[in-house]
């Protein structure tokens, strides 16, 4: 079977079996993996070298600090104006879709906000050209998302911008090498590509770091969590060792450039498919479908419940859309296998041919 969730998602069978093996006796401790210290030496030496492996896999500049930090990428949606901003100050948000949307809400809690550009009126289904953004050169940082998990949108590129880019790029981290001297900081949930749920990633440039500001929880300051190699508090150790796991998998089937190449080609036989039935409604613009998360309507929805049954009869699993989109969703992360794919294709060509 192949499960096609937008998160948690899959984990490669490999990083499984190595789970089931080190839970009972880490490392030859006598205990289990859950019952490690994190203070203890051997957690120190797996958070460093999880650290290690994700600067080496993005090539992290050495004015950047990883954080391990707890919260998911929601939280991160109210701790990075509370973080980054002087009181007043006001952030530049890009709203792409339902995620960017979700975390202007949330920043607009704490500080100003001005929505550079959006497209809402166009039903999220192509992004705003950067041409047309309404910058405020005097803005905190100016947001972006990388990939808009449920309305099938992946930014191609990245503007040059006079404040420092921030990026929420939960859903396609890892899944593409992206440059992270390009931004002040960036941020990502793990149960997408980078394990299981509990930890969110913060990569962040050491001059935007600044003391906490009256009313931000300490265990929540960038600062604090920097100066404290992300153990100010208990971090998620669990889910930090199956990072660690995710990272040396991505790095032994190839690196970066090697995940990129499989979601193109992964999502490139998806979309051939859906552009060659009249059956299948895909109405985001060529140029920004996302490699990570195919979405797409069936002309008639009243076959939906059908489609989602009989997928799962064929082990094609959590096919479901974002509940504000509806429709189906293909999530595409690394784990997600090009067999599982053809599978998939084979299957709506047929569900099509039955039902069109
Ligand atoms: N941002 C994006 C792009 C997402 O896809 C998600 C979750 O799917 C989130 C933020 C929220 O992550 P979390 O549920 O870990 O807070």
Not at 61 to 87: C, D, I, K, T
Not at 197 to 205: D, K, N, Q, S, T
């Amino acid at each position: 079977p192949c499960s096609f969730a937008a998160g948690p998602a899959m984990l490669p069978r490999e990083v499984l079996a190595q789970i089931r093996e080190d839970l009972p006796d880490w490392h030859g401790s006598g205990f289990s993996l859950l019952e490690q210290s994190f203070t203890g030496t051997a957690f120190k030496q797996l958070m460093a070298d999880t650290e290690q492996d994700l600067r080496a896999l993005l090539a992290i500049p050495h004015n950047y600090r990883v954080l391990f930090m707890q919260g998911g990428a929601s939280a991160q949606f109210g701790l990075l104006p509370l973080n980054l901003l002087e009181p007043g100050q006001s952030a530049d948000y890009l709203e792409s879709g339902l995620w960017a949307h979700k975390a202007i809400g949330e920043a607009r809690r704490h500080a100003p906000v001005n929505v550079v550009a959006s497209g809402a009126a166009g039903g999220f289904t192509a992004l705003p050209p950067v041409a047309g953004w309404r910058c405020n050169p005097y803005a905190g940082y100016c947001h972006i998302t990388s990939n808009e998990t449920g309305n099938g949108l992946q930014m191609p590129g990245f503007p040059e911008l006079p404040v420092p880019l921030v990026a929420d790029t939960t859903s396609d981290f890892l899944t593409r090498p992206i440059a992270v001297e390009r931004f002040g900081l960036i941020y990502a949930s793990a149960q997408k590509n980078l394990g299981v749920a509990g930890l969110c990633l913060v990569i962040v440039r050491e001059d935007l770091l600044r003391p906490p500001r009256r009313g931000l929880p300490s265990a929540f300051s960038y600062q604090v969590q920097a100066m404290q190699q992300s153990r100010f508090n208990t971090p998620p150790t669990f889910a930090l060792y199956v990072a660690g796991l995710m990272l040396r998998w991505i790095i032994r089937q190839g690196g970066l450039t090697l995940m990129a190449a499989r979601a193109r080609e992964k999502s490139r036989r998806l979309y051939e498919c859906l552009d060659s039935h009249d059956f299948y409604r895909c109405p985001q613009v060529a140029a920004d479908r996302s490699t990570i998360n195919v979405c797409f309507q069936l002309e008639n929805p009243g076959l939906l419940d059908d489609f989602f049954h009989q997928a799962a009869r064929n082990g094609l699993h959590d096919l479901q859309g974002h509940s504000a989109v509806g429709g189906v969703r293909a999530s595409l992360y690394n784990a997600v296998e090009m067999a599982a794919v053809e599978r998939l294709v084979h299957f709506m060509n047929d569900f099509a041919h039955h039902h069109g």
